[in-house]
């Protein structure tokens, strides 16, 4: 059974390779062959996850060494994977959705020249993220993390000669390496500290460390789950990476790459439940993001800019739980999962809204959709309430759990970030709801673009509806499946431990006030957007909705603070290596052996006399020195 | 005496120049020829000296060794011996020429409607006897084992470089025939007054060492070998300060061809007034030179004095990694600015040796050969995209991915390894080099780590300007990779992958080398606080 675990990577990777170099012959079926191979690596992982539940629970961790990566005395890097229930959750959710993104993109992309390309794209994607969360160490994890990364690029960027989409990409890739700076330090701490980077002897002796060391690695590890995750401070990547095609959007970019931190926190959880300050700091970005993400969602016109401040803001819940610890972490994991469905149902959905419209991403000017496209609309419409927190659908079960567990911090701390969710989720459902409104019903509001064409609304080929139906089907009943005897955290619970603390709220109020909550956020999105029409152009709005749609000023802050400084440093840097280092240098040569004069007289053309020269002489004095000391 | 193969191994591309020099001038299309037969027989001969150098315990420091006595009087013998830093060098400079040349193709022949001016012009077979005639040299200086033998190769290849730079431009800088002459000119002879400012200096040292050996020995030397042995047998030790100024003496010329801030200006105008494969010539082979140098004669002859540099050495590289990443950012040219980012990367190099750490070391070796391939491809590529355009200046391109597809794929590969993207060898060598250095230094790890965020930004942006977003005018034809450039290229960009999949080979062979650099210097690896128990380090097998 261990061997397959390497195949799980492989299968995409050759994905990657055949069609990126294959060329032209390739273009009409490559598509296909991606597919298939993504399809494949679902298989593997379908077959992997009965061999696991065959087993007992303690024996449920699988190993597969291929070889020795990095052997340098001291420091031992290996290509091994170790598949245990963590990274078994996560690899199913990777293929899974991952090959029905592949079969909605054949469709999506139908008429992209490039489409070949964007398989091989996306199967790289697959093989460094399923990489990411196999590695049996930190460095081997570190290199699907940039995997993921540049994958993430070239998809974000796959629309080269749009220079938004373009500027996107850099921006994507940059901000990530600020947080790869973490994880290369993190790595660094755990090397000088334990002499390795492997998971098994790392976490197990994690407890034998100071404190001050186990806090410093797990806020590196958190500086790398902010980049990774657009977590505040390094959030402002995730709202431009959705100028990349949709489908990258929903894979990407809300259902596997962006919750990679979340991974790398609860995998990390030995290091986490000794370092409380580290904790502490988890918890507080979290709380932060996903008020910041559920704000901006409820400010952008751009259905996937909204969408991607949501996936933020729930990131932020994934995020906050993980803080909490053992309670948190199976919850973390299950909300991961769950909103992995609904939001890769919601953005399908929005692509196939667009593909529908003509590419126009602007909710006001859509409307009524629903009559249209009555499979997208069904689909969206049951993932909008799974997001929400509908009574008994998959996201009402994963955030109540975290809500609760946020609670369970106890005494004032608990009470902060209980309510603080559960604004978050009156947020929610208020910018799902503006988004349901103004794109489904209501007039329609659409208008002939600059060519004159009018948008003529169509439902999407059945390549893309299937996988938004079979979304749709795990966005209503993943939570209920999971929440059965707690049958998903008791999976996880080797892995990742479980705790149940006291909660001041029981279970029962903490369900009944976020159902509360949401009704309050439906409502009031119904009184702005559901009673009167929504005019087409976005009213100027106060100065918070203002700064709302401009990300609440990230990229002003971010400029301000680093891009213009930076510039004017490489600039002056310029000047200064011209005029000053090259001069002092110059010139102190010249005060030894006339170096300056010797090349101000290049310019007139005496400089191979001078050279030749120079080298002569010193082949003169090699020799006199010689002669000197012979006699 | 066994067959002397480092000997044939620096003889063959130095057999090689007289041969393509011998040409007649028409028959350019054979002097070429010629040169890419010869490099290729070398690189056969370097693969005889991987496979005979014997990497087991107990194998000898330094193998293949010759020895014959040279200058009797002077004790200047001539011997040649690798360990296995050399073998990784030499390894690394023969597999690149074969592919410089291919890169050249058509660099030096005559422009249109220009003629041959009788037989004596004749730049085409010049070009290419040169490229072999340094490479024959650089070969030399990573095999001589004794101290003179190699100052004098470390110097002599300045000749043939100088012509090389100040002879064969790119025709692609900005201003008129004659004005770009003068920069060429002004270029070549800043990187020889420079380089022979650092080799007279050294020249001293050199000559200083000779004299302290002459004064403790009876009778002068210059060979590793036996140095080592009086050293150990006591009979010869440095006072503190002689030891210091050798060791300045050394380092000032090894820092100047590495080349480490502030000693650096000399290399963006030598890399941008070049051709590309000169430029990939002077900073992936012969710049290696100094730091393949520094490992073997300051760490290996002066212990005690570079133990007392390091902190100023640390410094420097450090300041070497920013401000060269920084400079990238500033440039407009792109051949300048891939002059800066190696800047950085030197600077990378020069950390891991004097971090005196295993993973240092076997990071730094490693690094000098991944700058050299990764370094190659990206300048290359460049180089075939300067050559479409004739200009070297940034603003001059945008949107080359749509007409040139595959052009712009490769450049982005080789961007990608120079900004050390896991997968590719650059990221092995590089995180190495962070990990040896933090464990010893925990600042500077630190810092250096600042050089991984710049370098994602001087790559990106300079492939988001040229090849991304609408078609610049005057490159809607621009012609994709020939057939001649793709084969230059895809062996290249293959290497990058297995290095970083699979760099057990090379670090296999040079990982001895470092346990006895690391002994000459008395340092030992730091040892981690919590003792890991085996059975949970042995979990995975």
Redesign the interface.
Known sequence: MESLIGLLVAAPLLGALVLLTGGRRLDRAGHWLGTALAATSFVLAVVLFFDLLGRADGDRTL?Q?L?????????QA???F?LDQLSMTFVLLITGVGSLIHLYSVGYMEHDPRRRRFFGYLNLFLAAMLLLVLA?NY?LL??G???VG?AS?LLI?FW????R???AA?KA??VN??G??GL??A???M??????F?F???L??AA???EG?LTAIGLMLLLAACGKSAQVPLQSWLGDAMEGPTPVSALIHAATMVTAGVYLVVRSGAIFNAAPDAQTVVIVVGAVTLVFGAIVGCAKDDIKKALAGSTMSQIGYMMLAAGLGPIGYAFAIMHLVTHGFFKAGLFLGAGSVMHGMNDEVDMRKYGGLRKYMPVTFITFGLAYLAIIGFPYLSGFFSKDEIIYAGFAKGGTQGWILGSVMLLGAALTAYYMTRIMLLTFFGEKRWQPDAHGHEPHPHESPATMTIPMIVLAIGSVGAGFAFNLNESFAHWLEPVTGLAHGDSPVGHGTVSLAATAVMVIGVGAAYLQYGRRPAPVVAPAGSFVTRAARRDLLQDDFNHAAFVTP?TY???G??YV?HKL??G??NGL?AAF?G?SG??RR??NGY??S??VS??GG?AV??AV??LM??V | MSFPLLTATALAPAIGAVATAAVPAARRTAAKWTALGFSVVTVVFAAAVLLRFDTGPGADRYQLTESLTW?R??GVTYELGVDGIGVAMIGLTAILIPFLIGAGWNDADPKEGETPQGRRWRPTQGFFALILLVEAMVIMSFAATDIFLFYIFF?AM??PM?FLI?GFGDRAGSGDEAGQA?QR??A???F??YN??G??VM?AAV?GL??AT?DQLGS?TFSLAAIADAKAAGELTFGTGTERWLFLGFFFAFAIKAPL?????WLPNAMGESTAPVAVLITAVVDKVGTFAMLRFCLGLFPEASNWATPAVIVLSLVSIV?GA??A???RDMKRLIAYASISHFGFIVLGIFAMT??GH??ATLYMVNHGIATAALMLVAGFLISRRGSRLIADYG?V??TAPVLAGTFLVGG?ATLS???LGP??SE??V??GT??RY?AA??IA??G??LA??YV??L??RT?????KPGLEKLPDLRMRELAVVAPLIALLIFLG????PV??IV?PA??HTLSDVNKT?????????EA??A???
């Open positions: 190993h060494h070889f020795s990566w990095v052997p340098v005395a001291g420091f290996d290509i091994a170790q049996d460095l570190y290199a993390w940039e995997g540049l690029y960027g080269q000669d749009r220079p989409a373009a500027t850099k890739f940059i390496r600020v790869d700076i290369s330090i790595i660094m701490l090397f000088t500290t334990f002499g390795t492997a098994g002897p790392v197990s002796s034998e460390t100071g060391t930076g440093l490489t600039r840097l310029v290596d280092v090259d002092v240098v040569a052996g170096l010797r090349l290049v310019q400089a191979r001078y050279a120079m080298f010193a004095l090699i020195t010689l000391r012979a | 200058i009087d002077f110097e300045l000749i100088y100040g003068r000119s002004y070549a002879v800043k020889l007054l022979l400012a080799g007279l020249l000559i000779w004299v002459n002068g801030w502030p000693l650096h200006t401000y920084l400079l950012l500033g440039q295993s993973q076997s990071g949107g991915q749509k990608l993207l896991p997968g990221f092995v995180f190495l962070l990990v933090f464990s925990k790890g630190i780590t600042v991984i965020v994602a930004l990106l942006v492939y988001q090849m991304t977003g609408p078609v999949v699979y760099p057990k670090t296999d990982n470092v346990e690896d730091p040892q981690p606080n919590v003792t890991v128990t949970e380090g979990s995975h097998e």
